[in-house]
């Protein structure tokens, strides 16, 4: 587990049942973060309670939350605020993979569920918890991307498009709120052995990637409080930020 630090501090991770959220969510509690788990299935945040609190009793609080609801996001904020009067962390995880697909193929219905989840959804977190990371003395925000956001891979169009979406909306993010403590960065943490990975690639080797839990080690010193850079992408494979460029 992680030597980071965060005693004392409040955290939201979403998707946090499985894959590389429920090891971000793990490594947050190990190093002293009371996490809000968010995600669908109560069988799988009660998973991840167990594990909290056999890896040294870690404090969680489960929220089962489909993330389609937007007013329960609404709440969740509002309960945040009531509760512990700020939030130091968030992880907006959660994500669907939707279709592999060429896009003239992809349902409508596809389509509207991908954008809905990872992008307004992920809005809608963030309208939500804005003020509480404001609130923070030092607020850190982690918006999970992924490298088909620049790439524009083939047959990806709909994922791809949600995460150049919300890259673009942290960047915005980050540069409205340079001056204050907070500091918004996206991450992408490459191929990893995921249930999504497997999904999207149903071929491949999942031996040959790094284990969620190798990522999630990665990306969680994005929550130090002494962390400087905002606005940027964390790649987890190669362990560095990067800074966007305009198009040539």
Known sequence: MTSLDLSGRVAVVTGASRGIGYFIARELAAAGAHV????RTVGGLEELDDAIKADGGGQATLVPLDLTDM?????LGGAIH????????????????????PIGHVEAKTFEKVMTINVTATWRLIRSVDPL????DAGRAIIMSASSAHSARAFWAPYAASKAAVETMMRSWAHETESLPLRINAADPGATRTAMRAQAMPGEDPETLPHPSEIAKRIVPLASPTLKETGLIFQARRNRFVAYRQPE
């Open 36 to 39: 809000i788990a968010v995600a």
């Open 71 to 75: 007013s329960g996001i609404d709440r």
């Open 82 to 101: 009531e509760r512990w009067g700020k939030l130091d962390i968030l992880v907006a995880n959660a994500a669907i993979l939707g279709v592999i697909s």
């Open 133 to 136: 990371l404001r609130l923070s």
